[in-house]
């Protein structure tokens, strides 16, 4: 049995994995414009009731802003290869030099037929969490939780994303985020019922 | 009086024992409260009296004992019974409250009325109901038992740690191991939308929405194995997961489990169900009592009508139960969408058996 750290959160349960492995990937934020290059990657292991398995990472490129992204679906159902294909948290620097991360939400999308990241209101992930996610979120580490105007003063068009600003590098507080966003709501068919 | 249980918490062998126990304790009350009043006006063998009264007017009869509750609430709410005048501050509700305790005594003792506290307080209310009236002592345990059931269900009610648990009913016992094999099968095969509690089963098939197929763990079509009951299996599954996904299906009789909101779920059969040919009533009944009007289904606990009140369009059911209902017509439904029409004696039948979505919104599993 292994001795790293779990946190279980509703129906998943989120294995820490520590230490740094080199990965080889282009970011996000280059959308195809550069070559691949390395960088540090820091893994958890999201697992499920209903059978995922889903290996997740934090990665830091040395010239681009981190993010973290699902590495490879060890198993589960049809409905959790969502998870593998979409879903990427692209995180930025806050004001005060700590990681920003959006909480975009894996929702169902009648018109595509298929989960998509969309808006979403505390409230609507309370109901699905069937706790306070920003009482979590504060207690796994955030620093700050609220719509952009609150923890970063913005006021341009995505002044109302919900977001919380963590510490660089704290991988429990994105695991939670991710697991809750992403693994959590597309188990719970959010959006399926609407 | 013997023991006055009082419930403090779901379980399932106390809420039995009350019910049970309310019963016998009410039957011996009634009995020997008429008893007296039939002596008292030099009429001793009005039991005896009664059952060659029904015998000579071709009317089945088979009681024993004058201390059959099925028997003297039978007996009471009939127009030419000599019961109904020795009962005090009798009337229409009387009538009512005693006719449905009597069917749902009778579901009790076919093992269809749920375990639970809800059940328990119908029971007990339809108890206080019936015995108040003749001042029996019964109804006073009838109204303890509501109350506690009703702080438990409210939360206002803990069980206190250092008492020890509640004195079983020894009439429970009967009772309860009737139930015991109905509660195992439960567990095995629990209604459609329940959790799935037994092992997972050994094989798995691929539901596909695009192809409206299900397929093997080797990519190989399974769905003609349905025959006629194929798209039937196939629509019922793509309630459960409009996208897709997957089932694991018991290769002894085909029940199936699949993982809903991330619960493993009895999401049906692979083939037909057990006694879907049949008119076996199956399942607990859940506590709303409810009544065709002629064009749509009441629901006489919340006052509300099925034809808007569904997930789904209900025309065909109501259609269906046009045809063969009379306006009216009480009704009653199991956790297992069986609908059927209550009986005081003998097991009901099931009229139709109905999805979750084309009943009331909430009220069956899933």
Known sequence: MSDNEVISISKCEIELIPGTKTYRGKPISARGGSTEQAADLTTFRVTSSDELNLMVGLVEWP??????????????????????????????????????????????????????????????????????????????????FGTRAEIEGETSRTANQLAMVVEPGDIKSLAFAYTVTRALAVINDFGLEA | MGNFTLPVDNDQVIVLGIMSALELEAASELSMFLDNRFRAESHPEWFEDIRHYRISM?????????????????????????????????????????????QKLNLLHHQQLAPNLQTLLQISTLFDQVTSGPGLEVSNWARAVQSRVKNILAGNYTKPEAEPAPVIPA??????????EVIRQREKRPPWGSRWTGTKPSRKLTLDRQTQDIYDD??????????????????????????????????????????????ATMVGWFGAAPEDNSDTVRGF??????????????????????????????????????????????????????????????????????????????????
């Open chain 2, 218 to 263: 080797n990519g190989v079509s399974v769905a003609e194995e349905l025959g006629d009951l194929r798209d039937q299996v196939m629509a019922m599954w793509l309630r459960y997961f409009p996208l897709g996904g997957e089932v694991w299906v018991d290769p002894e009789d085909g029940a199936a489990m699949g993982y809903i909101k991330g619960t």
């Open chain 2, 58 to 102: 071709n009317q089945p009869f088979s009681y024993k004992s004058p201390s059959d509750l099925r028997f003297i609430l039978g007996e009471a709410v009939l127009e030419d019974s000599q019961i109904w005048h020795q009962i005090p501050k009798i009337n229409q509700a009387w009538v009512n409250a005693a006719h449905t305790l009597r």
């Open chain 1, 63 to 144: 010239n681009d802003p981190p993010e973290v992204k699902p590495i490879d679906l060890l198993g589960g159902l049809t409905k959790h290869e969502s998870l593998a294909r979409r879903g990427s948290m692209t995180l930025s620097e806050s004001r005060d030099g700590n990681w920003l991360a959006v909480l975009k939400v894996m929702k169902y999308s009648p018109d595509k037929g298929y989960f998509t990241l969309h808006g979403a209101t505390t409230e609507e992930i309370d109901q699905y969490l069937a706790y306070n996610f920003e009482e979590l979120a504060l207690e796994m580490g955030a620093l700050r």
């Open chain 2, 285 to 366: 009944v859940l506590a709303h009592e409810y009544e065709f009007t002629g064009s749509d289904v009441k629901d006489l606990t919340l006052s509300i009508n099925l034809a808007n009140s569904t997930v789904e369009d209900s025309s065909e059911a109501l259609t269906r139960l046009r045809q063969i209902l009379e306006p009216a017509t009480r009704l009653n439904i199991t956790d297992f969408g069986d609908l059927f029409v209550p009986v005081s004696e003998g097991e009901p039948t099931r009229i139709m058996n109905l999805h979750k979505n084309v009943w009331f919104k909430g009220q069956l599993p899933g």
């Open chain 2, 171 to 180: 009439a429970a016992e009967e009772v309860t191991k009737e139930y015991e």
